[in-house]
């Protein structure tokens, strides 16, 4: 047997060739629309296996799941054997090496290639990092929307001013609705204002279908676009908290200046 020397663990991308990944299976689970891919790591030679996500967890952008099964789609996969190759502290799997793959569908399951569009690459490697920290991500935002839910409830409390005992004694039934009106676009204001200030901060909690080429695309660009859209969410939270606050304190005046009944 010949002594080799042992693969040391390198994050980096490695161009393959059809020939190296010629002998990937392509599995398709029970129930499940995209496949599982297993072979041998082109670099390291030790077995991987790598199943094919259909979503991935984002913040803001509507979507709809995949229903149909993709025609094409582009994955980077990243060797994850289990052999030992001195990786660094925190990484579990793998030799660290990974390469970009093509799935075509081909009768009810897919055939593997390699794909030569390096363009994919990027949308391809964020999905990555998204995958590897979204556990990490929905636990971050579920905790900060506590805070924001029972801020919502908190809300109720600005209803007080009318809602007092006696506080509406002696007005005429136009009048308690001229309340009601301001009372109600002050809570709903408040409300947008809480949730669209949330929603710039933390991310609308949702999966999104990352199904084919197209779907990764956008939702790259999404990612990319995320300042923006959170900087304009957040000057809306800004108006509403006005809008609100103007209400009530109209509620307030309604509530003490109109004239009552003796
Ligand atoms: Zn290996
Ligand atoms: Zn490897």
């Not at 990786?87 to 793998?94: D, K, N």
């Not at 399951?109 to 920290?133: C, H």
């Not at 990490?136 to 908190?154: D, L, M, Q, T």
């Not at 002696?170 to 809480?194: D, E, I, K, N, P």
Request: aromatic share 8%; net charge neutral.
């Amino acid at each position: 047997m010949s002594t080799q020397i042992p693969i040391t663990y390198d994050n980096e991308f490695i161009q393959v060739t059809d020939h190296d990944i010629a002998g990937w299976r392509v599995d398709m689970p029970e129930g499940k629309r995209l496949p599982t891919l297993a072979g041998n790591c082109p670099f390291c030679q030790h077995s991987c296996t790598y199943p094919v996500a259909e979503e991935v967890l984002q913040g803001g952008t509507p979507s709809a799941g995949i229903t149909n099964r993709p025609p094409q789609l582009t994955r980077l996969i990243i060797c994850n054997c289990r052999s030992g190759h001195n990786r660094p502290g925190g990484i579990t799997l793998g030799c660290g090496r990974c390469w970009l793959v093509l799935l075509t569908k081909s009768g009810a399951s897919y055939d593997l290639s390699v794909q030569r569009d390096l363009g994919m690459l990027p949308a391809a490697e964020a999905l990555v990092d998204a995958q590897a920290t979204q556990n990490a991500r929905v636990h971050g935002a579920a905790e900060k929307w506590i805070g924001g839910i029972s801020a919502i409830y908190s809300l109720f409390s600005l209803a007080g001013v009318a809602t007092a005992k006696n506080a509406l004694d002696g007005l005429s039934s136009g009048q308690r609705w001229l309340v009601a009106a301001a009372m109600l676009s002050g809570v709903t204001a408040a409300g947008t204002a809480l949730v669209l200030g949330y929603r710039a901060a933390y991310g609308w909690v949702r999966m999104v279908a990352i199904g084919d080429d197209e779907k990764l695309r956008q939702w790259h660009t999404n990612e990319g676009d995320y300042a923006a859209r959170a900087a304009r969410q957040l000057s809306w939270a800004i108006y509403a908290a006005f809008g609100s606050l103007a209400a009530i304190t109209i509620m307030m005046m309604l509530v003490w200046f109109l004239p009552r009944a003796p």
